[in-house]
């Protein structure tokens, strides 16, 4: 649930609930204050029409009682009077209940609302009483029931209650107004925040929250734009280091460039002749050779790498058998320790020199890493190329594979500083990347890693 709809669900509960305590308190009394009033004025004109039937007549037979209906029945209501047994008036005598009957023959004066013809009706009735001396003496044995419509007063009522109900709404419509403005007011800033947060995160460093009033949410747009002001320091110091170590790397790999083209040929002279020389000096041309042949490599790979990162990297695409590249690879580096499946006729647009790199460090690594035998797998899976090489060793552990294809990195520290650089996977992912294409290791239930190259067939990136 998001937080507009819980503020406009808490604005319309509170409105719910004071429009239900003060309209409906209000309704109710007023309600029974209309009832209340309405009942006592019945009551009393109903007294008053009997007050003035006095003297009454000597022989109360049902013409006496008929003219006492008539006159206590009023304009709007119809009356009934009886004594002895003798029942006289118009009024439906099947509406008197009989607590209404034991309360007036109680010698009290009693009413109750009704249901009658399809609405409430009020029925008043009392005992007359014989006078002497100006004084009541006793019953006299006439009982009189008025019965009038309650309508009007109903209709008030209802009137009321509508009215209840229009103010609750429009308290309910009035609240979810103000619900819907303080949320603005509250969730804008915060949207606010959000968004300069998600730009944050996408690496726009420039990104801030206007500042407005001084509440606790512009405490917090200060304090997410200072955090984000050193953010964007510390990164540029870190962009500014990184770029200056690139470029350091990438000077130093080019100016060793002209004096290993020196040493290598000074290497190659001494190589020709490393079977003439004596025991120990031979040795030592030997080693001289081979350690100047690493760091030719190590230098080209750092030169290598310095181009993906500054994105100078390009492909140089052609439509190449891909199998007799990777004979050729093969064949070049004199890896003969591989079994093969290499289909015939399986063509791709790619570029074959960073192909050849990728095979090369890919077989190279498990020739070096892994157990016999060493196998590369070649085949077609919808639109992609997919190479697999793998080895029978004992497989990559569980810490190694998140970085087998970072820079520099050995899964044995104890090797030795010959025996590869640290680059050679790295480079070979970047090359796999270039071609939009991804490179992943993994361990072969059977024992051993194993590397999937997989590459778009046409060339797509």
């Known amino acids: ?46 007294t008053n029409r009997v007050e003035q039937l006095y003297p009454l007549p000597t022989r109360l037979d049902a013409a006496a009682l008929e003219r006492i209906a008539g006159r206590v029945s009023g304009r709007e209501g119809t009356a009934l009077a009886q004594a002895r047994g003798v029942v006289a008036g118009s009024m439906d005598s099947s509406v008197i209940t009989q ?8 010698g009290r004066v009693g009413w109750q609302r009704v249901p009658y013809q399809g609405g409430v009706w009020l029925v008043v009735g009392m005992q007359l009483r014989v006078t002497s001396g100006g004084s009541s003496s006793g019953s006299s044995g006439v009982e009189v029931y008025v019965l009038r419509p309650f309508t009007t007063e109903i209709e008030f009522v209802g009137e009321l209650a509508r009215n209840a109900w229009l103010v609750g709404g429009a308290g309910l419509l009035f609240a979810l107004g103000l619900g819907f403005l303080a949320a603005r007011g509250v969730l804008g800033p915060v949207r606010e925040l959000q968004l300069a947060a998600w730009k944050l995160g996408q690496g726009d460093l420039t990104a801030r929250v206007p500042v407005r009033g001084r509440d606790e949410l512009a405490s917090v747009a200060s304090t997410f734009n200072s955090t984000a002001s050193s953010l964007e320091h510390y990164v540029g110091e ?13 000077d130093v790999s080019h100016e060793l460039k002209t004096p290993l083209a020196a040493m290598t040929a000074v290497t190659d002279v001494l190589d020709a002749e490393t079977g003439s020389l004596p025991g120990v000096a031979g040795q030592a041309a030997r080693l001289v050779n081979r350690e100047t042949l690493n760091l030719t490599r190590l230098v080209n790979d750092l030169i290598e790498v310095t181009r993906f990162d500054s994105g100078t990297a390009a492909l140089a695409l052609d439509d190449v058998d891909v199998a007799e ?10 890896f003969t320790d591989v079994t093969t499946s290499l289909p015939t006729d ?23 890493h892994g157990s016999p035998p060493v196998f590369l797998t070649l085949w077609i899976e919808g639109s992609s190329l997919v190479i697999s090489v793998g080895d029978s060793g004992p497989g990559l552990p569980d810490a190694v594979l998140p970085h087998v294809f970072a820079r520099f990195y050995k899964a044995d520290s104890a090797r030795g500083r010959s025996e590869g650089s640290g680059l050679g996977l790295a480079i070979a992912w970047e ?31």
């Open 238 to 250: 870190l962009q500014r280091m990184e770029a200056d170590a690139r470029r350091f790397v990438a």
């Open 325 to 334: 590249v990777i004979r050729a690879s093969l064949r070049m580096r004199g």
């Open 99 to 106: 607590e209404l009957r034991d309360l007036v023959s109680s």
């Open 431 to 461: 090359n796999a990347r270039l071609h939009g294409g991804t490179l992943v290791a993994a361990n072969r239930p059977g024992g051993g890693a194993l590397f999937t190259l997989r590459l778009p067939l046409g060339g797509e990136r």
């Open 346 to 368: 399986v063509r791709a647009r790619l570029d074959p020199r960073r192909l050849d790199v990728i095979v090369a460090n890919l077989v190279g690594n498990a020739l070096r």
């Open 1 to 46: 649930m998001t937080l507009r709809l819980r503020l406009l669900l808490a604005f319309a509960l509170l409105s719910i609930v004071t429009a239900v305590a003060v309209a409906g308190v209000g309704y109710v009394r007023a309600r029974d204050a209309v009832v209340q009033r309405a009942q006592d004025n019945a009551v009393i004109e109903t």
